[in-house]
């Protein structure tokens, strides 16, 4: 089901990317502060809205993932260390022969 999911959002990205590029051919000249490149307007448009994709997809991950698997990390860790006290007081303390 999955599988089937990812074929048919991977086909309707190469249509939307195909109609995109050849409804927008015309050339557009991109200014880039040291150098300048003309480049088919449907690749810059298609280029700003993946780049924009991917930063806004990190800032989620940086402002909102990374600290819940700090906070995570944390709680495993207290955990173990509780457990650990908890073994402790229930095993018996035998000496060594």
Known sequence: ????????????????????????????????????LELPLGLTILSGFSLGLVVGISMIYMARIVPLRLQLRKARTALLK??????????PNTPDA
């Open 82 to 91: 509780k457990n650990e006290l908890a073994q402790d007081k229930l095993e």
């Open 1 to 36: 089901m999955k599988k089937t999911g990812l074929i048919l959002m991977a086909v309707a990205a190469t249509v939307a990317g195909l109609l995109v590029g050849t409804l927008n051919s015309a050339s557009v000249n991109v200014d880039l502060l040291w150098f300048q």
